[in-house]
C-alpha cells in the first residue's frame, strides 16, 4: 500500500495499512517552515500525533520509518480513529500544509469532519477567484465567507462591502455564491478560508505544538535515539506517560477549584 498513489489508500481498512507500515529506520527531511530554504535531515522514525485540541489529550499516534510521507501516516491515523474509536465525534481536523492533499481531505470527511488545512498551490490560480478560492467580484474583490449549512453541506460567500457602491454590481455580480464541499473537498472549508474564522479556530492547532513541545522537552523525543522495537517501545511509552500526567493534573486542578468554591 506505501507503494501506491497515496489515493489507492482510501480503499484499504487500518489493518492492512498498518501491517504494511514501513518500519525499518530511514532518512527524513523537513523543510525550513520559516522558509528560509533550510532543510533539516535526520535518519531513524517519525512520530505522527492527533492531538485534542480542547483538551491536549493524545488522541492517537503512529511511528514509521522517517522517509514515510505524512500524507499517508493522516490516512492511516484518520481509518484508526473511525475504525477503533467510531463513537468519537470530532468536528473539524486541522492540520498544516504539508497535509494538503485531496485523499487526506476525503478521509476527513468519511470521519463525518470538516478539514481544516492551509493550502498549497502548486498549479496556476484558475480565473476568477482568489488564492483562497473565493470568487472574485467584477473588480476584483474577493467575496466573503458568510456561513456554512450543515444540511446541505454547503459553505455560502456574499458580495464584498466594495460592491455596495459599485456600478457592476446589478450586472457582473450576483448576490450570492453557495457551494457544496463535496463537490470539490480541498477547495472548500468550512469556515471558508480567509475568513476570521477560519483564522480563529485554526489557531486551536497550537494545542498540537504545545503537546509535541512537551514530548521532546520532557522525553526527549526531539531526535531519534533508539532503533527498532525500542523507538517504538519509548514513543508509545512517552504518549501514554503524558496522559496519564495531564489527567492527574487536570484532575487535581479540578479538586483545587472545588475546595476554593467550597470555602
Not at 477503533?84 to 468519511?110: C, M, N, T, W
Request: glycine share 6%; hydrophobic share 35%; charged share 30%.
Amino acid at each position: 500500500w506505501f507503494e501506491r498513489d497515496v489515493a489507492d489508500m482510501l480503499d484499504a481498512s487500518y489493518d492492512e495499512l498498518i501491517r504494511d507500515m514501513p518500519i525499518a529506520p530511514g532518512i527524513g527531511a523537513k523543510g525550513d517552515v520559516r522558509g528560509k530554504g533550510t532543510t533539516k535531515y535526520w535518519y531513524g522514525y517519525r512520530y505522527h500525533t492527533v492531538v485534542d485540541t480542547s483538551s491536549q489529550y493524545i488522541v492517537t499516534g503512529e511511528i514509521c520509518s522517517a522517509n514515510v510521507s505524512e500524507q499517508r501516516v493522516a490516512i492511516v491515523m484518520l481509518k484508526r480513529i473511525k475504525e477503533r474509536f467510531s463513537a468519537l465525534k470530532i468536528s473539524h481536523v486541522l492540520a498544516d500544509k504539508g497535509y494538503d492533499s485531496e485523499p487526506v481531505y476525503q478521509q476527513i470527511r468519511r470521519l463525518g469532519s470538516l478539514p481544516l488545512i492551509p493550502l498549497i498551490h502548486r498549479s496556476p490560480l484558475p480565473e476568477g477567484v482568489d488564492r483562497y478560492f473565493r470568487p472574485l467580484c467584477g473588480q476584483g474583490h474577493p467575496y466573503q465567507y458568510d456561513s456554512y449549512d450543515a444540511k446541505r453541506k454547503t459553505v455560502k460567500y456574499t458580495r464584498p462591502k466594495e460592491c455596495k457602491t459599485c456600478p457592476l454590481a446589478g450586472e457582473k455580480c450576483q448576490r450570492v455564491y453557495k457551494f457544496r464541499i463535496d463537490e470539490d473537498v480541498r477547495r472548500y472549508a468550512a469556515p471558508g478560508r480567509g475568513s476570521k474564522k477560519f483564522a480563529e479556530l485554526f489557531k486551536q492547532r497550537v494545542a498540537v505544538e504545545r503537546v509535541f513541545a512537551y514530548l521532546k522537552l520532557y522525553f526527549n523525543l526531539d531526535m531519534t535515539r533508539k532503533l527498532k522495537k525500542r523507538a517504538f517501545v519509548d514513543y508509545y511509552l512517552s504518549c501514554l506517560t503524558y496522559n496519564l500526567c495531564k489527567y492527574s493534573l487536570d484532575h487535581l486542578n479540578r479538586s483545587i477549584r472545588e475546595l476554593n468554591q467550597a470555602a
